[in-house]
């Protein structure tokens, strides 16, 4: 069984009680409170308007909470939920998780998801201790992520274009999965999207084209800031699609390996002859930049590498890189103004890197 010491079915403390396992009390709560709303019933429907993600991340993470209390104190399953939600016992239920290894980031989400749920079973009551124990944590708190292998941007993209030139000179698959994986890297150093955004790209939905000009356009459902991101599709990449949506992605999609289904208008395909999901996205990046560095690079530190290289290229203009990348600023700004400096962060950001073309 691989995942090391804390594999699938290896560590039962570190898993997540499912909604079916819950205790009912719990599970009537939570699932009235992601109902519709109902205007007669303040309980039902209390959750309705969050997203759909953040309500199963809510979940999962009382979910936690509950497979703690199930291993330190099962007796406690027995009392009402928000009884059970005492300082006392969430300090220990910190404790617990820095036993096992957990970041303080891991720490500071379970706090969050654990009080987001709090405020459901018991909207009456102060929960400002959970809040405090975060204020502690986060205090402390060291990234977790090693960022010592971060490369600049223009490296990225100098190995994407090496993989696509590379693709040239092979043949068949081989050929395929190469340009494939070049034209990815390429357009990660250019466009640094959320790794669920990259791998979400369809033809025609959120990747559309119109008289020849490419355009990325991710609507307030697909971001994390629930914010509209429009980018345009790099210049300097357009050839490379055109070879891929012409030649390669074809080659792939007429492929039926083991684990095919449907490709539909997904942009990334794989060697199955499927679309290519989040963690076969992010393995041939880790791949192919331990392979050119020496070190894996993850799709995250691609953003890493964008803020930094404008940093260093453009410092005047370092602080659009939090609309390049899609981040909110800390100020409140108008729709519109903020679709169109993130274009313009994206503008800044390409010139950055290769120069402007006005003397």
């Known amino acids: 069984m691989s995942g090391g010491p804390y594999g699938r079915g290896k560590a039962p403390e570190r898993a997540c009680m499912k909604l079916g396992d819950w205790p009912e009390a719990d599970r009537l709560i939570w699932t009235r409170a992601c109902a519709p709303a109902d205007l007669l019933d303040d309980a039902t429907g209390a959750r309705a308007q969050h997203r759909a993600i953040s309500n199963r991340k809510a979940q999962q993470g009382y979910g936690r909470w509950l497979t703690y209390l199930a291993g330190a104190d099962a007796a406690t399953l027995t009392l009402a939920p928000a009884d059970r939600i005492t300082p006392d016992r969430v300090r220990a239920y910190v ?42 944590i986060r205090a ?15 490296e990225l993209y100098d190995l994407g274009l090496r993989l696509v030139v590379a693709a040239a000179e092979q043949e068949g698959l081989q050929a395929a999965v190469l340009h494939r ?3 990815m890297i390429a357009l990660l150093a250019l466009a640094p999207l959320r790794r669920r955004n990259l791998a979400g790209l369809r033809l025609g939905e959120n990747l559309l084209e119109t008289n020849g000009c490419w355009c990325i356009l991710l609507d307030e459902n697909e971001t994390k800031t629930h914010a509209e991101h429009e980018i345009l599709w790099p210049e300097e990449l357009l050839a490379p699609l055109s070879a891929y949506l012409n030649i390669h992605r074809p080659a792939l999609a007429s492929l039926t390996g083991r684990w095919s289904k449907p490709v539909d208008d997904a942009l990334w395909v794989s060697s199955d002859g499927s679309p290519m999901t989040e963690i076969a996205i992010y393995d041939r990046i880790r791949k192919h930049t331990r392979e050119a560095f020496g070190e894996a690079v993850t799709p995250h530190l691609f953003r890493d590498a964008a803020a930094t290289t404008l940093a260093i290229s453009d410092p005047e203009h370092v602080r659009v890189a939090a609309p390049l990348l899609g981040h ?13 400096t993130a274009m313009q962060a994206h503008r800044n950001y390409i010139e950055a890197l290769f120069g402007s073309d006005e003397k």
């Open 95 to 136: 404790e617990a998780l820095r036993r096992l290894n957990n970041s303080s980031a891991t720490i500071l989400a379970r706090l969050q998801e654990l009080g987001e749920v709090a405020k459901v079973i018991g909207p009456e009551r102060g929960w400002t201790f959970i809040n405090a124990f975060s204020s502690k």
């Open 140 to 154: 402390r708190h060291r990234p977790a992520r090693d960022k010592s292998n971060l490369r600049l941007s223009d």
């Open 181 to 183: 994986d070049g034209l």
């Open 328 to 340: 909110r600023t800390f100020s409140t700004t108008e729709k519109y103004y903020q679709q169109a």
